[in-house]
């Protein structure tokens, strides 16, 4: 759950502060000193302070400049599943996986809005999106046990970045679509359904 930032930070979110934390790339990777003769190997990878993120032994932290984004007290930070950035914007995206909510957050991040909720977000799985066009997908394993009219099943979903104009992208031949990935030059969604165990696009 890693973002890059448009001016070159990479940032993740950090439930223990309760807050989004970016290091500066351009400040992280600083070249150490070469191990003397003696020194014993290296190891090929070095772990910092998030599980996710790893950097190669032949660099250190330096002099890395951190920034945390404090997020309102009401969301529940241990449930947000994905973190997205609109470089345009600077607005961010949370994807609350549990209660099935999807917020935007404006900067400096001291107001969250709900702007798609469980009439849309049936176990949702994953979210991306493609600033330059204005588009969110949010993938959502959908419900079936739910009787009636209201009954979602698993499909990828395309709306505007305020979640208004909901259009269904796939709904067949789709199980559970956890992994999404945006081509913006070609105008390519992928994802990978892991239980069917492949991968497929589509053009938007």
Known sequence: MVTITKDR???WLDAGQ????????LQLLVPSASPSPSSPPLTNKKEVDQPDLQISSSFSMGKATEMLLYLPGYLNVASISRVLLDWLTDNWYLLDGSSELLYLCSPPLTACTVIADHSVLSRPLAVELDATEGLLFISRHGD????????????ILRCSLDGGNVQTLVDVRIVEPRQLAVDVPQRKLYWVDVYLGKGAFKGF
């Open 144 to 155: 079936r046990s739910r009787l009636g009219p209201k009954s979602l099943g698993p499909a």
């Open 18 to 25: 309760r807050a989004i934390q970016c290091i500066s790339l």
């Open 9 to 11: 930070r990479i940032c």
